[in-house]
């Protein structure tokens, strides 16, 4: 049983656009997420978390909202730039331990 | 940002082989980390270490896997003997901290390409 899911697996938005990334989990424990963007060639990077005490943060043009009742959270990207183009990955983890439980991804495709 | 390293990028091997997969993490990090892509599959977290020794390993972890980090060096994933299951990228990753949410941020390589023929 996958704990962490994202939705759609790919998407395609125009230069400008607002994209949306969704992401839902399993374990009511989880209270930190993750969000990375990875390039091909390159490992993950954290682009932006958040923790299970707020419900929205915001850090320039990424945006992410998080409903703790319904377990799902959903990354924005406004203004996508061509730049953006690259798989976003949610990441969960908890307070048992470190490691991070991760989603399927969603591959970011913005034209110009 | 501080850079984790991970050599070599591709290796291709023969079932039943060893392989080491070589890991050079941030300068002044102490957790580590391993975690498995199979093509198409999401990442998959299979063990973390601090001071020495395993912390956490999932199942994924099988008796056939080895970690360590000699006399502070690479940060290494031994597989003896590898299995065909085994072909998958492998991402190593490192922390400041094991726990918390503000020093905890894991740092990725680029992954290690690992091909059993």
């Known amino acids: 049983q996958q704990q962490v899911r994202q939705s759609p697996q790919s998407l395609t938005v125009w230069e400008g656009e607002t994209a949306i990334l969704n992401c839902s989990y399993e374990?009511?424990?989880?209270?930190?997420f993750p969000w990375y963007q990875q390039f091909p060639g390159e490992g993950p990077a954290l682009l932006i978390s958040?923790?299970?005490?707020?419900d929205k943060k915001e850090d320039g043009r990424f945006t992410i909202f998080f409903n703790k009742r319904e377990k799902k959270l959903s990354l924005h990207i406004t203004d996508s730039q061509p730049g953006d183009s690259a798989t976003y990955f949610c990441?969960?983890?908890?307070?048992?331990?470190?490691?991070?439980?991760f989603g399927g991804g969603t591959r970011l495709t913005v034209r110009p | 940002g501080p850079k984790v390293l991970q050599i070599p990028s591709h290796q291709i091997i023969d079932m039943g082989q060893m392989v080491t997969l070589n890991c050079d993490p941030v300068?002044?990090?102490?957790?580590f980390y391993w975690y498995k892509q199979i093509l198409g599959q999401q990442m998959e977290f299979l063990v973390n270490?601090?001071?020495?020794?395993?912390?956490?390993k999932s199942k994924l972890f099988k008796d056939q896997f080895s970690v360590e980090r000699p006399d502070g060096s690479y940060f290494t994933l031994k597989i003896q003997p590898t299995a065909l299951e085994d072909s998958a990228v492998y991402f190593c990753?490192?922390?400041?901290?094991?726990?918390?949410?503000?020093?905890?941020?894991?740092?990725f390589g680029p992954g290690t390409r690992l091909t059993v023929l």
């Open positions: 990753a490192s922390s400041l901290h094991g726990l918390g949410v503000n020093y905890a941020e894991q740092f």
């Open positions: 374990d009511s424990t989880f209270n930190y």
């Open positions: 958040i923790s299970s005490v707020s």
């Open positions: 990441a969960a983890r908890n307070n048992a331990g470190a490691k991070l439980t």
């Open positions: 300068s002044n990090h102490l957790y």
């Open positions: 270490f601090y001071n020495g020794k395993v912390m956490e």
